[in-house]
T-cell receptor, first 116, second 115 residues
Framework: GAGVSQSPRYKVAKRGQDVALRCDPISGHVSLFWYQQALGQGPEFLTYFQNEAQLDKSGLPSDRFFAERPEGSVSTLKIQRTQQEDSAVYLC??????????????FGSGTQLSVL | AQKITQTQPGMFVQEKEAVTLDCTYDTSDPSYGLFWYKQPSSGEMIFLIYQGSYDQQNATEGRYSLNFQKARKSANLVISASQLGDSAMYFCAMREGRGAQKLVFGQGTRLTINP
């Protein structure tokens, strides 16, 4: 596609429910990132994929958070047993992975998760 | 310690005026890159400008320029001739080292342009 696509745009979950957030990166982009953005804050890094390999998951806040990218394209961020503190916008970004310092990330519009 | 610090939670500027958004950073790595992104109410992060730690000149992209002061570890964004459409959140971000991929973001500054 022309840009990074995320779905759903909005998700309301009851506390304790599991949710799955989808990211379609730009075609051909090797690198894929997930960020969490709390209201009024900057994006916080969650995890990073290079193709299907998850190379960095240091930002995942707990073992309730799980991400995958099985075929090196679409990625899913899954949150199990959601809690109110999980309420945030989840941003996905992709890039070509040229190894250049100036390589920019292309972001989707995010999924706004509200846990009631 | 915060890697990226943006000390201005909000800025209000008259249309057509220039505005400077502050950003200071903290790193011991000599190789790093600094980015500015704009986030309008739609939510998508839009890349504005990049400055590399070894770049000799300040970066410029149209109405955007970066006031890079390496010794002070600051990378302020300057927007000239502001427009109503510039109203948005602005984030400063850094990538450290060679081959490192992730960007670390600051807390952001909300810019409001008044007509």
């Amino acid at each position: 596609g022309a840009g990074v696509s995320q779905s759903p745009r909005y998700k309301v979950a009851k506390r304790g429910q599991d949710v799955a957030l989808r990211c379609d990166p730009i075609s051909g982009h090797v690198s894929l990132f997930w960020y969490q953005q709390a209201l009024g804050q900057g994006p916080e890094f969650l995890t990073y994929f290079q193709n299907e390999a998850q190379l960095d998951k240091s930002g995942l806040p707990s073992d309730r958070f799980f991400a995958e990218r099985p075929e090196g394209s679409v990625s899913t961020l899954k949150i199990q047993r959601t809690q109110q503190e999980d309420s945030a916008v989840y941003l996905c970004a992709s890039s070509l992975n040229t190894g250049q310092r100036n390589e920019k990330l292309f972001f989707g519009s995010g999924t706004q998760l509200s846990v009631l | 310690a915060q890697k990226i610090t943006q000390t201005q939670p909000g800025m209000f500027v008259q249309e057509k005026e220039a505005v400077t958004l502050d950003c200071t950073y903290d790193t011991s790595d000599p190789s790093y890159g600094l980015f500015w992104y704009k986030q309008p109410s739609s939510g998508e992060m839009i890349f504005l400008i990049y400055q590399g730690s070894y770049d000799q000149q300040n970066a410029t992209e149209g109405r955007y320029s970066l006031n890079f002061q390496k010794a002070r570890k600051s990378a302020n964004l300057v927007i000239s001739a502001s427009q109503l459409g510039d109203s948005a959140m602005y984030f400063c971000a850094m990538r450290e080292g060679r081959g490192a991929q992730k960007l670390v973001f600051g807390q952001g500054t909300r810019l409001t342009i008044n007509p």
